[in-house]
């Protein structure tokens, strides 16, 4: 079973850019949906993007046409470019897999927008 490691939060000032990586340590190539969430304080946890294993994207309509979430099977790594970022971006934001009824998640990276 695949254990996900994310990676590349971090500090930026308003209309900044960062690129998150979710690293899995088995095979992602057979899962149906990766997605990335984020959850901000006091905030319920929300569905940022998705990906399928065929390479169909789906994005929450706060960040269409900032964010890119991408995969690349062969290194087991899905990724998430975030451009133009706001400060109402801020959240940890989290990599899932899912495929039937397994989800799995990783730790979370923490991003902060702010000036």
């Known amino acids: 079973q695949a254990h996900l490691v994310e990676s590349g939060g971090g500090l930026v000032q308003p209309g900044g850019s960062l690129r998150l990586s979710c690293a899995a340590s088995?095979?992602?190539?057979?899962?149906?949906?990766m997605n990335w969430y984020r959850q901000a304080p006091v905030k319920e946890r929300e569905l940022v993007a998705t990906?399928?294993?065929?390479?169909?994207?789906n994005y929450a309509d706060s960040v269409k046409g900032r964010f890119t979430i991408s995969r690349d099977n062969a290194k087991n790594t899905v990724t998430l470019q975030m451009n133009s970022l706001k400060p109402e971006d801020t959240a940890i934001y989290y990599c899932?897999?899912?495929?039937?009824?397994?989800?799995?998640w990783g730790q979370g990276t923490q991003v902060t927008v702010s000036s």
């Open positions: 088995g095979s992602i190539f057979n899962m149906d949906h």
């Open positions: 990906i399928t294993s065929g390479g169909s994207t």
């Open positions: 899932n897999a899912e495929h039937g009824v397994i989800s799995l």
